[in-house]
């Protein structure tokens, strides 16, 4: 007997739940961040900050918003690629779970 004779003991499994799509947070669609952000690309030059890249540049804060860190300070914006924000991401969200990082 092959396995598509069997018949299920549970039934079905239910459907996949889709997950919500990301929304960003509307101070980074503001016009004011946009144009801080381009401002410092122009000074600083399109590469990442970290790594040198240009792939995928985005604007980051040093000291997240969150954690008090000013919005709109140049001093406290980082240009990184999208590998390096990753990576910064991830380490300050294993830090706040505690698991160092």
């Given at each position: 007997m092959g396995y598509r004779?069997?018949?299920?003991?549970?039934?079905?499994?239910?459907?996949k739940v889709k997950v919500a799509p990301k929304v960003a947070d509307p101070?980074?669609?503001?016009?004011?961040w946009r144009r801080l952000v381009a401002r410092l690309k122009r000074e600083r030059g399109a590469a990442c900050e970290r790594c040198g890249s240009g792939h995928r540049l985005i604007g980051d804060h040093v000291v997240e918003r969150r954690d008090g860190g000013a919005e709109l300070d140049p001093a406290n914006v980082e240009l990184l690629c999208?590998?390096?924000h990753n990576a910064k991401t991830?380490?300050?969200?294993a830090a706040?779970?505690?698991?160092?990082?």
């Open positions: 004779a069997l018949t299920p003991a549970y039934g079905l499994l239910p459907p101070f980074y669609l503001s016009a004011e999208q590998a390096c991830a380490k300050a969200r706040r779970a505690g698991r160092g990082g």
